[in-house]
């Protein structure tokens, strides 16, 4: 991963103090409520529901052991002992004191961390796929690049108050598992017929209250102009976006508006101007990044003697051959496996992690892996080079951890908002309607059957817990001060993304999971041998599931 030089920490030393300064004047009425709001919000500080919510920059979902010791002390010391994992890679704590917010920041810059840009109407935490460079089907590792476009970003001042918040995501393989066709600029690493290394740029997607896949601007941009490129994006979009009507101030409804074509015609006026100028990345340049992510000292494994053994130990117990079919993922080196470590149980928000399993998932990182940590989109945890040999014995630990459930992809791996219970925008509690699924799903047999199958909830139309491209989407709206939850089928987030389809009126709370297990049912009695919610939705549309809810 990066490590950060002296200019990186006197940076961000810097802004704690200033923030500290800042506070400091509010807490005693030199700055107003109006004041102060973009000040906090540039230090990644909303205020929620009950407390101020603070959410901590999680470059490209790495971080070290050292990382999570540190972020364990800081839930335990000025939280209530626990952080919660988001869907965009960060992390967010729930409690916070906003007199203490100032030591929390010093706290994680002395581990190199902090919550700069997330929040505000800037560019965000750039996010990419949690195999990065490990991935057997990557084109290229994008974790370089995510890093380059991160510095880029980094207190961009004509970037720093666009016509509203920007998220870019990138990926290096055609499965798409860092969900870029649904950011403000996706990015995929790919080769053209001369075998030369560029990107697909794709802009204007994005969920929330008009959610859009984003359109294809230029099939190919070598690698040299990406940072002009994306100068010109934001440069266009900076200048023409709406900036008097916060839901229309989003990028799609630039694209949307104009068009692609007119849109990418914009932009590539503007990019011949700066084609080759000062942003223009060099092979020098792209070497200094690529060295900070060179492969950890793997060890010399024998693969199939690593398989035999595993197989063994599978067929002495069912419970390890059940986790090691959904939890463990392939790897590009022979010999070792990326883990995933799933953070949904019932009775635990989907995403939250107590302060001594932070640190026992750091113990794990170091004995079982090189120190790192990766977090995903499904707000899931990845151990991301584990020795087969090692499996067992993890998964030992993991269980005994709580993290091994063997869910990883079906029903029960549930996305979820913090809703209702926590946020001050959300209509309705996302929470309880995940912990009802779980329990009301909780035969394995069951999961199975159903296969991969990706169930979203979010508690408002800002939708964090991106329903949209859920294959079952659940939202919480308010009805004259009730709360109802909306059903969307269809969804995807991978490569082919799309967005899902209304099923129709809204149910209370209770009806949910009765809901949900009618959609299954019809699912099951017309799918075909092996075929998945997404293409059985494709084959047959919404009008089957609309008659057996509603009829």
């Known amino acids: 991963m990066y490590r950060y030089d002296e200019f990186d920490r006197r940076l961000v030393r810097e802004r704690v103090a200033q923030f500290r300064d800042q506070t400091a004047r509010y807490l005693a009425g030199e700055l107003t409520d109006e004041e102060f709001l973009p000040l906090r919000l540039q230090n990644g500080l909303y205020i929620q529901r009950l407390a101020p919510m603070l959410r901590i920059s999680v470059p490209y979902g790495v971080l070290s052991s ?34 203490e917010v100032p030591d929390i920041l010093a706290e994680l810059a002395e581990v190199d961390m902090h919550c700069i840009q997330t929040s505000g109407n800037c560019v965000r935490n750039i996010t ?5 460079g490990i991935a057997p089907d990557e ?11 991160r510095q880029w970003a980094a207190l961009h001042p004509e970037f720093a108050f666009l016509p509203r918040k920007f998220k870019i995501a990138l990926t290096g393989s055609p499965a798409d598992r860092a969900v870029s066709l649904v950011n403000d600029i996706g990015l995929r690493l790919v080769r053209n017929e001369e075998g030369e290394l560029g990107f697909a740029v794709y802009v204007g997607g994005g969920l929330g209250r008009t959610p859009m896949v984003g359109s294809l601007i230029r099939p190919f941009l070598p690698w040299p102009h990406l940072l002009t490129y994306l100068n010109s994006i934001l440069r266009v979009y900076n200048r023409y976006g709406k900036r008097d009507n916060k839901w229309k101030a989003r990028i799609k409804i630039l694209v949307k508006a104009w068009g692609p074509e007119t849109f990418a015609a914009r932009v590539e006026e ?3 101007h700066f084609r080759d100028g000062p942003l223009t990345l060099t092979e020098e340049e792209v070497a200094r990044v690529r060295a900070f992510f060179t492969p950890p000292p793997y060890e010399a494994v024998d693969p199939a003697a690593a398989a035999r053994e595993l197989e063994e130990r599978a067929l002495a117990d069912v419970a390890f051959q059940r986790w090691r079919r959904r939890n463990v993922l392939a790897h590009r080196v022979p010999g070792y496996a990326a ?21 026992a998932i750091a113990d794990l990182a170091d004995r079982f892996g090189f120190g790192e940590v990766r977090s995903t989109h499904e ?18 630990e993991l269980d005994r951890l ?28 996302s929470i309880p309607v995940a912990e009802a699924i779980q329990r009301r799903f909780e035969d394995l047999d069951y999961l199975y059957d159903l296969g991969d199958l990706r ?60 809901v949900v297990e009618k959609i299954l049912e019809v699912y099951l009695e017309r799918r075909f041998e092996g075929e998945s919610f997404s293409d059985t939705f494709a084959r047959i549309g919404i009008e089957p599931f609309k008659e057996r809810v509603y009829g």
């Not at 990382?67 to 992390?91: C, M, P, S, W």
């Not at 883990?339 to 640190?359: H, I, M, N, S």
């Not at 329903?467 to 987030?493: C, M, P, S, T």
Request: proline residues 6%; glycine residues 10%.
């Open 379 to 396: 707000q899931n945890l990845l151990l991301p080079d584990v020795r087969q040999t090692d499996l067992w014995a993890l998964w030992r």
């Open 270 to 272: 503007d990019f011949e």
């Open 139 to 149: 084109v290229e590792d994008p974790r370089p690049w995510c890093e380059l476009v």
């Open 455 to 514: 169930l979203n909830i979010s508690g408002c139309m800002n939708a964090c817990g991106h329903h949209h491209v859920g294959n079952i989407g659940i939202l919480g709206v308010d009805k004259k001060g009730e709360e109802f939850y909306q059903v969307l089928l269809g969804g995807r987030a991978d490569g082919q993304a799309s967005l899902a389809a209304v099923l129709g009126p809204s149910f209370s709370r209770e009806e949910v999971p009765e």
């Open 66 to 99: 050292e990382k999570l010791r540190k972020l364990a002390h800081i839930a335990r010391e000025y939280d209530k002992g626990y952080v919660h994992f988001t869907t965009r890679q960060n992390i967010q704590l729930n409690w916070p004191e906003l007199e």
């Open 402 to 429: 709580g993290f091994a459930s063997p869910t990883v992809g079906t029903l029960a791996d549930i996305i979820c908002c913090p809703g209702g219970d926590y946020c001050s925008l959300a209509n309705a509690k």
């Open 128 to 132: 990419t796929d949690h195999l990065a």
């Open 339 to 359: 883990v995933t470590v799933c953070l949904k149980r019932p009775g635990v928000p989907p995403g939250d992690v107590a302060d001594w399993q932070l640190e």
